[in-house]
């Protein structure tokens, strides 16, 4: 099983000079104990209030077992994917099925407090939303390596996109794959830029 990502102490890049470029959101400082009944700002309820209600309306109960998979998810703050999770439930002696713990995190990516980060060599990677200011993934295809990055600029060209053609946006995510500065045969020197072939 692969460990989650590290990407707190990820420099981020630009590859355009002057692009407006932040560095990843802050994680919030949340006390283990407390990550289900936690208001985050910007949010109106709790996190176990929106489970609850999508698993209701699903026709499904919220069990000591999800309770323990929300809880796991929220109080980390890296990317995971479902054996880790797994794994991770069955050191704390968390009776939660694999099955179970599939099922949870479909529900949880609906309901929104969850999302799904990109595929990897075990499936899926995810990383919990919640409170989290809205970033995009840089991923490196030789280590691994996620970069979260934040552009104001990429937020208004999909604005001014979406109002163009009369769009309404729900939600995004943008993947950027490629080589990070370490793995890069050029260190970090990005490719020279090639006209578009007009025939294309």
Known sequence: M?????????????????????????????????VLHYIAPGETETPETILKRQLSRRGLKYTNERKAILQAVLSTHEHFDADWLYTSLKKKDAKASKATVYRTLKVLCECGLLREVFQGEHGAYYEHIYGHEHHEHMICLTCGKVIEFISRRLEHLQEEACRAHGFHAVRHHLQVFGYCADCHPCKAAFPPNIPANPKA
């Open 2 to 34: 692969t460990p989650p990502h590290d990407s707190a102490s990820a420099e981020v890049r630009s590859a355009e000079a002057g692009h407006e470029t932040f560095p990843p959101p802050e994680k919030p400082a949340v006390a283990e104990q407390d």
